[in-house]
């Protein structure tokens, strides 16, 4: 029973991939592969990305609460022509009924 093993009488003697250098030069293959700087790159470019799409979502959502507004308006118009006409329609036929003119409402003329 002897730890990591190893046979009793045996020291390893230290390997080449244990020095400072060796780790080094290996940090620095691993640093090279994993290209920080192009990392770093693109996760910029895809946060100016997010920040355009965020902007843009802004303004179409602003946009759309505009034309939101404008429906409502168009529609409180359009219901205050049509309480209006129906006034105007009542009061046309009060005149028809007091002077005695048939009402045909597919005459076309009046």
Known sequence: M???GYY???LPQPAAH???EYEFQQFEQYDSDRQPQQLERRVTALERQNQDQ???ITRLNRQLVNLADQVKM???TVDRHTRRLNRLNQ???AVENRLNIPFTPF???F
Do not use: I, V
């Open 91 to 93: 009061r046309l036929r």
């Open 54 to 56: 965020s902007r843009e």
């Open 2 to 4: 002897y730890p990591y």
């Open 74 to 76: 168009l529609n409180q």
């Open 107 to 109: 005459d076309g003329e």
């Open 18 to 20: 244990f020095t400072p």
């Open 8 to 10: 009793q009488g045996y």
